[in-house]
């Protein structure tokens, strides 16, 4: 696909970077109305970091920005295999010698974000997104996702 001009890819370490830095050198304009596209990342953060993130997002971008992710359920990330797809998720990610460190506990999305000071747009927990996108696959085993993973979509 052909790359706008105006967009601007910027590698960080969300544990280690500042991330409000790291976005100015790269050419950001604090305070500017901005979509934020943060995806597979999370889950492999600290709540510290994940913390901050969400911290500096809000401070470096404008009013009606928005900011989308992926996330995980805390007890997932604690062991819990019981979820579709969890071990084999979990199996993956340990070959290559990663593992799963950060995740939001289950049914307390809303208030979490609420208490970061964020507006939650939209919520989509595993079932949500299976009915929305999923219900129609032709292939019965298309037809499911990740029990644990849910996307998130925050007013900043």
Known sequence: IA?????????VNF??????????????EKGVRT???????????????FEKTLADVKEVCG???????????????EG??????????????????????FGIEKGEFDSYMGYLGFNVIDHMSPAKIEALYLAGAKNERHRKTYG?????????
């Open 3 to 11: 790359i706008p001009e105006n967009l601007e890819f910027v590698s």
């Open 15 to 28: 544990i280690k970077d500042d991330l409000k830095q790291k976005l100015v050198e790269n050419g950001f």
């Open 35 to 49: 979509l934020v596209i943060w995806e597979g990342v999370t889950m492999y953060l600290d709540q510290n970091s």
């Open 63 to 77: 009013n009606n920005s928005e900011l989308v992710f992926d996330y995980f359920y805390k007890d997932m990330v």
């Open 80 to 101: 819990n295999d019981s979820y579709f797809g969890a071990k084999i998720s979990r199996d993956a990610v340990n070959e290559i010698d990663e593992e799963y460190t």
């Open 148 to 156: 644990f993973s849910c996307f998130a979509h925050l007013g900043v």
